[in-house]
């Protein structure tokens, strides 16, 4: 008989596990549940799509009627999965019961709102959804000036798309630096001057106190300050959506996530769950950094964790999903900013005494045209001299660096070994005959001693 | 008193030597001997120079009056090293005798030139020093067809330069396809048809036989059909130069290079020689992809060998040069190739059974505008697992890619283990969520199975 599987949710971490079931077992039965309206699309997209950059119908990648059609899987929208009873294998979603051999659970994160007066006053928006970015859209066509609450990448990325539009925008961050946590400082500094210089505005070490207004938004209040506005909207991470694995009774670890095995099943009271995987942003994570957990809400991840759970419903818990240095990379008003393992305050969080090295060169070689600025951090353990994390800032060809030194990273690579092992390749219009980034590891080895 | 260090070559490999010697020890005494006259340049800017997309001037980075004001380098140009006396630790050049206590011998490569008849006609060049690209740019004025000899990354890159400036170029090439050993036949398809797209001919399997003209080059002929040119340009590859090392009688290795330990030192009948440090294109290097000797004419390696070689003739045999995987990239036409570790054939010289792994996918999230093509192709050994190699065409971004790749193999990687451990950085504009290069691993443990 068919195997039946049930995957909850239709983020990258869902559809990815339910395509890579499909690969693996041509005869099950895939059922897809999902309180959303929009499938398979990349929140990262969400301001390249309020921006017109792209479009829509692009950020979507894929319809219910293409998974039907070309493979197989039955997609249920807005039909949200209310509970799971794991003994006797059934979700309940809908008014309906559906009966799995295998289930995934990828539900995904929620947009996190400060508790605070005012934040369901209209034209308040959070940005996750494509129907988050359509009304979004609307509402700015009567709007000139906008606040941003939260200086992450998806707020950053958002105040450049804004600005791209002719608004007058506000970016409100609680912490003293953009990027907080994943990014350093001093690396931070070199983004919020370049935003800063398109005319863009921050209020640092401002947490949100308040949304103001009668019916409508009208401005906001931060650290004693108000910032009239006709649009605001948070931009302040996302929390893992525990709804089910906390019915269910699942092990939540010590950052609010799902703990789980390699092979992605959830543990009840220390004891592994057969027959349910879990992927996405609920998921808790093994730093490749440090012998510890770490959470990694990256959509790279998510589509990782979504194929090995995917293979595991459709054929048993043989794939296995590593520990993470977790890349990430924006683009943020034409300069990338880059980033890998541990930044310095995150290591310091988890007790390790980082060092760090610098470095700045060209992305092409110095008589080559058209080379840009390469701002190179790199971070070791003083005990082990591990290097456990790397950031860039560069005008272009930022991720494939930040990829590399996270093959470093994940394969335990001291500074030291760095330098005699690591290699570039060399061509006058993409790098430079000496990487920065190697100057960067030598500065590391020196502060480390 | 002052320790005398004394550089032979001025290349990547013995600049860079000079230079990191300097950095390590303030006081000693540097001196640079040069046959050359231009010093510190890239040959691999050459093509780009004689095109004038970068100036002659700014291709040599630096001149000896720089090195001297700077870094208090004595650089002496024009002045062949004709011999050196290790016992005595002399160095005879230019009728003067040079004393050392430590000697750093970077004398790099010769372009190897077929023994054919015409070699020596006028109008027939090779591509390696700044005056070559000089004379070629001189002779090309009143040139309409050009030949070019050898469809290596040079060659290839010269050609282009050369179909840039108006010029009728055919390249003729004794394998059966471009970017031969290095790189495999069906990726290398991809960069002659997209040349051929722009309008160089290429003539394959077909060994140049002769130089043809009465003083001055008239033609070429190649597998016994005549190919008439105004100038004929040899890019067939570089041997290195072993002239001070046979005298020495190092041991030199089956490639006909200088065996060497990981601090760069050379050996005599077996027996490590003291106070001397080699660097560049003439040095034997250990593969980082099978245990065994490989060679690795490549800037990127000259420099970080240069470094090891300059460090340790400051400061004795600290600095360790590693094995290598030998990343290369190059620009062709807009198009970008790249490869690491080695290529199928390579393996199979070496006796190794390699499987491979393909996938296409594009540079960018396919909804954002101007992304590019990206095929990407993995090879792995099918005894070990072990990543071996891997090679890239794309319109961007290959550069970094074969960097994370390279620190896999070097690293010792199995393809499953890549599949478990391996992340990509994320951004809609600078890649797709899942990175072409996990579908060609998958491929490649299929293949492997």
Same mark, same amino acid.
């Given at each position: 008989?068919?195997? !039946?599987?049930?995957? =909850?949710?239709?983020?990258? %971490?869902?559809?990815?596990? %339910?395509?890579?079931?499909? +690969? @693996?077992?041509?005869?099950? +039965?895939?059922?897809?549940?999902?309180?959303?309206?929009?499938?398979?699309?990349?929140?990262?997209?969400?301001?390249?799509?309020?921006?017109?950059? &792209?479009?829509?119908?692009? =950020? /979507?990648?894929?319809?219910?009627?293409?998974? %039907?059609?070309?493979?197989?899987?039955?997609?249920?929208?807005?039909? !949200?999965? +209310?509970? /799971?009873?794991?003994?006797?294998?059934?979700?309940?979603?809908?008014?309906?019961?559906?009966?799995?051999?295998?289930?995934?659970?990828?539900?995904?994160?929620?947009?996190?709102?400060?508790?605070?007066?005012?934040?369901?006053?209209?034209?308040?928006?959070?940005?996750?959804?494509?129907?988050?970015?359509?009304?979004?859209?609307?509402?700015?066509?009567?709007?000139?000036?906008?606040?941003?609450?939260?200086?992450?990448?998806?707020?950053? #990325?958002?105040?450049?798309?804004?600005?791209? $539009?002719?608004?007058?925008?506000?970016?409100?961050?609680? $912490?003293?630096?953009?990027?907080?946590?994943?990014?350093?400082?001093?690396?931070?500094?070199?983004?919020?001057?370049?935003? +800063?210089?398109?005319? =863009?505005?921050?209020?640092?070490?401002?947490?949100?106190?308040?949304?103001?207004?009668?019916?409508?938004?009208?401005?906001?209040?931060?650290?004693?300050? &108000?910032?009239?506005?006709?649009?605001?909207?948070?931009?302040?991470?996302?929390?893992?959506?525990?709804?089910?694995?906390?019915?269910?009774?699942?092990?939540?670890?010590?950052?609010?996530?799902?703990?789980?095995?390699?092979?992605?099943?959830?543990?009840?009271?220390?004891?592994?769950?057969?027959?349910?995987?879990?992927?996405?942003?609920?998921?808790?994570?093994? &730093?490749?950094?440090?012998?510890?957990?770490?959470?990694?809400?990256?959509?790279?991840?998510?589509?990782?964790?979504?194929?090995?759970?995917?293979?595991?419903?459709?054929?048993?818990?043989?794939?296995?999903?590593?520990?993470?240095?977790?890349?990430?990379?924006?683009?943020?008003?034409?300069?990338?900013?880059?980033?890998?393992?541990?930044?310095?305050?995150?290591?310091?969080?988890?007790?390790?005494?980082?060092?760090?090295?610098?470095?700045?060169?060209?992305?092409?070689?110095?008589?080559?045209?058209?080379? @840009?600025?390469?701002?190179?951090?790199?971070?070791?353990?003083?005990?082990?001299?591990?290097?456990?994390?790397?950031? =860039? /800032?560069?005008?272009?060809?930022?991720?494939?660096?930040? #990829?590399?030194?996270?093959?470093?990273?994940?394969?335990?690579?001291? %500074?030291?070994?760095?330098?005699?092992?690591? #290699?570039?390749?060399?061509?006058?219009?993409?790098?430079?005959?000496?990487?920065?980034?190697?100057?960067?590891?030598?500065?590391?080895?020196?502060?480390?001693?």
């Amino acid at each position: 008989m068919a195997k !039946k599987i049930i995957v =909850i949710g239709s983020g990258a %971490a869902g559809m990815t596990a %339910a395509s890579a079931a499909r +690969e @693996k077992d041509p005869a099950a +039965e895939i059922t897809v549940l999902t309180e959303d309206s929009d499938i398979a699309y990349s929140p990262c997209a969400i301001p390249w799509g309020i921006e017109g950059r &792209s479009g829509w119908d692009e =950020i /979507v990648m894929h319809t219910p009627e293409f998974y %039907a059609k070309n493979r197989r899987i039955d997609v249920i929208t807005g039909t !949200k999965a +209310e509970s /799971v009873d794991d003994a006797a294998k059934t979700v309940a979603a809908g008014g309906k019961t559906y009966q799995y051999d295998s289930l995934v659970i990828a539900t995904g994160g929620r947009v996190f709102v400060p508790p605070i007066p005012g934040a369901d006053l209209e034209n308040v928006f959070i940005v996750r959804t494509v129907r988050d970015g359509k009304r979004i859209q609307e509402a700015l066509k009567g709007a000139s000036k906008v606040v941003v609450g939260g200086a992450g990448v998806i707020g950053l #990325e958002l105040a450049v798309s804004l600005k791209g $539009m002719g608004k007058d925008v506000t970016v409100i961050e609680m $912490m003293d630096q953009v990027i907080p946590r994943i990014a350093d400082g001093d690396m931070a500094r070199h983004i919020q001057e370049h935003l +800063e210089g398109m005319g =863009i505005k921050f209020v640092m070490k401002a947490p949100v106190q308040s949304v103001d207004g009668t019916g409508k938004v009208s401005g906001v209040t931060a650290a004693g300050k &108000s910032y009239p506005c006709d649009v605001m909207i948070f931009a302040t991470g996302i929390r893992a959506n525990l709804d089910i694995p906390k019915a269910l009774g699942f092990d939540i670890g010590q950052l609010n996530t799902v703990v789980v095995s390699p092979t992605l099943q959830p543990y009840r009271r220390g004891r592994l769950v057969p027959d349910i995987y879990l992927a996405g942003d609920l998921v808790q994570c093994q &730093s490749a950094v440090y012998p510890g957990a770490t959470s990694s809400q990256l959509g790279s991840t998510a589509v990782k964790q979504g194929r090995v759970a995917g293979t595991n419903a459709a054929k048993g818990p043989e794939a296995q999903f590593g520990p993470v240095a977790s890349p990430w990379v924006s683009v943020i008003g034409g300069l990338q900013i880059a980033g890998t393992g541990m930044s310095k305050s995150l290591a310091s969080w988890y007790g390790i005494q980082a060092a760090e090295g610098k470095a700045e060169g060209l992305t092409r070689a110095r008589y080559y045209p058209g080379g @840009k600025k390469l701002m190179v951090k790199v971070l070791g353990d003083r005990s082990t001299h591990r290097i456990i994390g790397a950031q =860039i /800032v560069a005008g272009e060809e930022a991720t494939g660096r930040i #990829e590399w030194l996270t093959s470093a990273i994940v394969c335990g690579m001291t %500074a030291e070994d760095f330098l005699v092992r690591a #290699e570039t390749a060399y061509c006058p219009p993409t790098s430079m005959v000496r990487d920065p980034i190697f100057d960067a590891v030598e500065d590391l080895c020196r502060n480390m001693q």
